[in-house]
Structure formats: C-alpha cells, structure tokens
C-alpha cells in the first residue's frame, strides 16, 4: 500500500511530531488516508487503443469482427468500433476516463460481431493501474485468454495498448506536483493546462480544389485539424462535401488552428486559422483559401463553453442596457420591414442552471454542461464539476433566419475525452416562446416523449424574442435552411414498428375517409346521403376552379370554430405510443428477456404487412406499365378506344357536367340496385392487367427435356451445348 501511494505522488512518511495518545493517533493517521486517498481518487487514464494482434477467428470465412470493451466493476467505459473481417485489426482510438479507485484492474474484453445474435466472445485481459508511473505513457500488449471455459495459458491472440495516468484538474496538478520535486519543471508547463473554451468546428465543403498528379480529380481527400497537442482527422470524401463536427479544447497559450488537405498520403496544402481574431459565443462561416495550393475550405467555427468570468455570456457580469434593447426593436420594427429580409429577428437566452440531474459518474455526480442550437449555430456553457445542480448562468444571443426554426436544449455530461453522455434535451419552437419569463424547463428523454433520467431533471431559462412579421413571412416562403449535423439514422426495431404504426394510421384515416364517401354513395343514412347529393349538384352547376381553395377554407374555418368553441385541439394531434419511446438501455433489456421465438414472431408480423403493402404497390406499378407495353394487346387496345371517348367527351361536354353525371350514377345506384358492389372502375381495368410475377408465371417452358439441375431451378438460362 505504501508503494502504490507513494507511486501515485503520496508518501508514508509520519506526519507526527509527538507521540500522542492511541486514540489521537488512530484519527490523524485516518485523516492522512483520506487526504491520500481523495489524491488517489483525482487521477484520470488516457487509453489510447491501437491493435490487434493474431485473433482467433470465429466465422465460418476463418476471419472475425472484433469490437473491444473497456470495463470497471461491470460499469461500461469504452466499446469501439467494429474492424470486420480482420484477424490483426487497427483501431487506432483515444479515450480518457476518470479514475475512481486505482487498485480496481480493468477488464478489457474482445467480441466478435454477428448480425441479429449473440456476439462471440474473443478473450479478455486485465489492466493493473498500480504498475503504471504517474505522466509517463506506456505500451503494452495485453495477452488475451480465456479464463472461464478455455485453458488459462492458451493464448487468444493480443491487443496493443498505450496508457498515461494523469491527475484530473488543475489543482490536483498542482498537489501532485508540490510533492514531487522531480516533476517540478514540468510543473510549470502543464499549470496552464486548464481549457478555457471550446471550439467547435462544422467541416462542410471544399472548392477548387487541385488536380492529382495523373490529372484527374481527387478522390480520396481528408482534412486533418491540430489544435495543440489535438489532432483530429476528418473521413475520406470524393465529393468535396463532409458534414463533420469535432470539438476541441481551447488553452490560453494555444490560439492558433491548423488545418491540412491531404489526398491519400500526399499533403497538398496547409493553412492557419488566428482564434485569438474571433467573436466569442458566435458561430461564424468562413472559407479559408490553402496556402500551398489552390482551393477554399468551408468551415463554421464556435469559440463558447468560456470558463473565464466577466465574459460578455457571463450573467453575473451582465447588466442590460435599456438601450441597446431598444435599438434591437427599433431594428425590427414595422417600419423597418424591407431593409433586411434575411434578418428575422433576435433571440436572447438566459441560462441559470439545472436541477435533479441524473448521476453519470461513478461517485453519484455528474460534470454536465449546456448546449444550445439554432439552425446550424452552437453555442454551450463551461462545465460546473462534481454536481447534480449546476450553475451556469450564462446569456447567449442568436440571430434568427428563420421564426419557424426551434431552439434545442441538450444537457451533457462530460468525460473529458470528447464521448459525452446524455442527461436530457428540450425543444422550444420559437413562435411558443413567451419574452421574458423566467421558468423552468422539465428535461426529456432522446427521443423527446418521456421525462429524463434522474429526479425530475428540469433547467432554468429566460428566452426573449423580438422579430419582424413582415421579413418571417417572406422567409417562410422560401427553401427551408438545411440542418448541416443531423444524428445518423441507424436501424432499430422499436423505430421501425412505430414508423409503421404512423403510416398504418395513415392509411387508415385514408380509407376511413373513403368509407365515409362511400356511404353516402350507398344511402346508409339517408339524412346525410340527401345533403350530399344536394351539395354535389350545386357544387357541379355553380362550382368553379375557385371552389377548390374555398372548400379547403371551410375545412380550416370548421377546425378554427371547433378550437374556438371548446378550447382544445385535434386530440389526435401529436399523440404517440409511448410504448416504442423508452430509453435504448430499457429497450435491451426488455429484448434480454424476450425469447427469440417472440421476437422473430413480433419481427415477421411486421415485415408481412410492409411486404404485402409493398407488393401490391409494385404490382399496381407494372400493371400501369404494362398496359402500355401490350402485355395484353385486348386489354391495351381497350384501353385506347376509352381514351378516344374520353377525349372526346372532355371536348365537346364541360367538366361540370360530367362530374354531374358521375355524381348521378354514384348516387341513383344503390337506389335503383340494391345488390351491386361497390367498386372503382380504373382499379377492376388495371386488376385485369398481370404484374410481370404473373407474366414470369404465364411463360410456358420448351417441351424439350431439360437438365436436373435446371428442372431444380428453372430461373437459371440453359447454355446451349
């Protein structure tokens, strides 16, 4: 024990000077344990994975899958991507975690990744914490095995590992730093260490870009970003186009941004982007030419999450002017409606704090900060440590493009490693916000249904809008602004029956209308079937292609007299099945306990109805087309001699005469025979016409005798001999 603490920057050393009383002993000797102790606890690892090495293979192609898993007392820290079809993967991924208690080893666990079943288990090592020495990086390649069902000694294969202990903060350097003479110069190069902002980048496109050295276009290009001592590096892209985000860390010493193109392995021109010139907590859009060649980099750069205080975000520092106030509404007044279409309008947004938030860390807190967006701007607060309550009070300001665009509100914990995790969202649609109120806010789930996790999360806001009528109007008939980062759309089956379920009941509103018109026609009430006909018949003689946007206003008026009248709404509007709405960790585990035969039963009750519906659209598809084809030439020609007579009829008889037959048809039938069907005419003609399943099955097959092998399978073509 007195290595491990001394190796971690404590020291055994007696701390008493006189020989006290047994008791007085025991409780400074305690105290000198918890003061060793919170050291210990203050520390954070970063791993950076690497490879694999010679793994066993688990498919049936002598190759595998394989994804790793970094675990702590059975508490998930990091899982990573999946390298398919590889025995000696490269994973190459960096991640930082806190250390809460060094003396407990990680596990580190390999899988093999199979579609739809159970991961294959691939070996599994351990991470001794107190064989490491304090901000020294260190490979090592842990031996993989299996301890429970295989041989102890028989070897998996092995992962490549380089792991650095750090302490966590700024203070706990400091400590550690204090008692360690050794690391006293480096004491005064790490002090500045602390973040003071983060700078979040949207990479979007790139223009003009070189030629390669064959002369055709570049195919395989990527950026790559350094902010000092981070470094990411973008996908691969052919299309100039990428839609990627990445945060970094901002130091007071560090202002400069670099940024590279390389196509390949070939470096084709750098530039230098100054922080230090840029407006905090404003996002900004900037295309920066290449210094070594030709080209412009699209980029919209955000400095926020300032930890300094006194900042123009900070709301202890902030005192509102009356104005500026007014010179933001005299900017937007009626008056002013033509000046600037673009410029809708102004948000301001007071951030206080939060409480109730779920625990994300091991010790029952949680470091969270706030992000806002609007549209493509993101601003976000600094990061209130080791609390469940923060206080951020912080005011950020928006420009609005658009009034029908709506404010996002994400609460994250964060993890220092850039893999944050989720603590609860909201969305306010900026036509709902009510200026200047200072409420409460509950916080949902991702999926924005259900209250999230915690005890009863909920962040505190003051939202101010001022906007112009005018310039919302003429905005919102022009294209929408395109969200340039939207969460990638992965499969998931509670996703996929809940969107059926909304097109199901699409479709049944659909058909309830049709029934609804079809009564009518059949004289079920016939109170109801007599005004409709009556309405028919004047619609028909008096109606005109006005009638068309007038029948569509009666229906908004029907709608807007119900709301005025009983004070609600469409009940049926924004009801959803919380049932498919439940976090994804809930959903796992109900999935857990489910048996494969209900789950395949619940998965083909559902790919039924989608293959039916989508089937007999296909088939409804190439009997159109084949109609045209002369699939059937009777039927074809037919269906040229209708629409002979239908050019005709149209050309000699008005429209309003027609429909006024039609409607007279529709509605004397049921009166003058009882028994007929209900039916629609150009559905019964296309349901004569065969899909081409039903060509492909009307083919007759040569009399000559044919192979087995073709007989087995007679879509294969016989070659000729």
């Known amino acids: ?62 190759l595998s899958d394989p994804y790793v898993k970094f675990k702590v007392g059975g508490r998930l820290l990091h899982k990573s991507r999946t390298i398919h079809r590889d025995l000696n993967p490269v994973w190459d991924e960096v991640f930082i975690v806190p250390v809460e208690d060094p003396f407990q080893a990680i596990i580190v666990k390999v899988f ?78 790490l002090k500045s260490q602390i973040w003071s902002s983060v700078v979040t980048i949207l990479l979007v496109k790139a223009k003009d870009l070189p030629l390669a050295e064959d002369g055709g276009k570049l195919i395989d290009i990527h950026l790559k970003f350094r902010l000092g001592n981070e470094k990411y590096k973008s996908k691969t892209s052919w299309t100039e186009r990428w839609l990627e985000q990445f945060d970094l860390h901002l130091f007071d010493e560090d202002q400069n941004l670099e940024l590279a193109l390389w196509n390949r392995n070939t470096l084709y021109g750098k530039a230098n982007i100054d922080l230090s010139v840029f407006q905090r907590e404003t996002t900004h859009g900037i295309w920066k030419p290449l210094e070594d060649c030709s080209g412009e980099i699209f ?161 505190q806001l003051e939202l ?15 294209p929408k602004e395109e969200k340039l980062i939207q969460q990638e759309a992965k499969f998931k089956r509670q996703l996929f029956l809940r969107n059926v379920n909304r097109l199901k009941e699409i479709i049944m509103d659909i058909l309830e209308a049709a029934r609804y018109v079809q009564s009518c026609f059949e004289w079920e009430s016939p109170v109801r079937s007599g005004i409709a006909f009556v309405l028919w018949i004047v619609g028909c003689v008096y109606g005109d292609l006005e009638t068309v946007p007038l029948v569509l206003l009666l229906i908004i008026l029907k709608k807007w007299l119900i709301r005025l009248i009983t004070g609600t709404t469409d009940a049926n509007a924004g009801h959803y099945d919380y049932e498919y709405d439940e976090d994804d960790d809930d959903d796992k585990e109900k999935e857990e306990k489910k048996s494969i035969k209900e789950r395949l039963q ?12 989508i089937g007999y659209l296909a088939s409804l598809g190439e009997s159109t087309i084949n109609t045209f084809n002369f699939s059937v030439p009777e039927l074809t020609w037919l269906a040229v001699v209708l629409l002979l007579g239908a ?44 899909d081409n399943e039903e060509i492909n099955q009307f083919r007759e097959l040569p009399p000559s005798a044919t192979t087995d092998l073709a007989r087995s399978n007679p879509k294969k073509k016989l070659k000729g001999s």
């Open 602 to 613: 619940a998965i083909q009750e559902v790919s039924q109805t989608v293959q039916n519906t």
């Open 299 to 459: 980029l919209m750069l955000t400095i926020s999450g300032t930890t300094a205080l006194e900042t123009i975000s900070d709301l202890k520092a902030f005192k509102e002017d009356p104005r500026e106030t007014q010179l933001i509404r005299d900017r937007y007044s009626f008056l002013r409606s033509l000046q600037n279409l673009r410029d809708v309008g102004h948000l301001t947004v007071k951030v206080f704090g939060a409480t109730g938030l779920a625990a994300a860390d091991i010790g029952g807190k949680s470091d969270p900060f706030c992000v806002l967006e609007l549209g493509n701007a993101r601003l976000q607060t600094q990061t209130e440590y080791k609390t469940l309550t923060p206080n951020w009070n912080k005011i950020f300001t928006f420009n609005i493009k658009d009034i029908t665009q709506v404010l996002e509100i994400t609460v994250y914990d964060e993890d220092r490693d850039h893999r944050v995790e989720f603590l609860g969202k909201l969305v306010i649609p900026l036509l709902r916000i009510k200026s200047g109120v200072k409420r409460w806010y509950t916080l949902k789930d991702k999926n924005l249904c259900v209250r999230a996790k915690g005890n009863s999360p909920q962040i």
């Open 1 to 62: 024990m007195a290595q491990v603490i001394q190796r971690f920057g404590g020291s055994m050393e007696g701390r008493i000077d006189e020989q006290p009383e047994n008791g007085t002993a025991t409780t400074a000797q305690q105290q000198q344990q918890q003061q060793q102790q919170q050291q210990l606890d203050a520390l954070q690892l970063r791993v950076h994975l690497k490879s694999g090495c010679d793994l066993v293979a688990m498919d049936k192609n002598g």
């Open 112 to 189: 093999d990744y199979d579609w739809g079943l159970q991961d294959d288990f691939m070996g599994s090592a351990k991470i001794d914490l107190t064989q490491l020495e304090l901000g020294k990086a260190e490979d090592i390649n842990l031996q993989l095995s299996d301890t429970n069902n295989g041989e102890p000694g028989l070897s998996m294969g092995e992962i490549l590992i380089n792991l650095t202990l750090w302490p966590r903060s700024q203070e706990d350097k400091e400590m550690h730093f204090q008692r360690n003479s050794k690391l006293a110069e480096s004491s005064k190069r």
């Open 464 to 478: 101010t809008v001022v906007w112009n009528e005018v310039r919302a109007v003429c905005r919102a008939l022009q």
């Open 647 to 690: 050019i005709l009829v149209l050309h000699f008889v008005p429209l309003r005469w027609l429909l006024l037959f039609w409607g007279f048809m529709k509605f004397s039938r049921r009166l003058l025979r009882p028994n007929t069907i209900p039916n629609n005419e150009l559905l019964d003609f296309l349901s004569r016409v065969p």
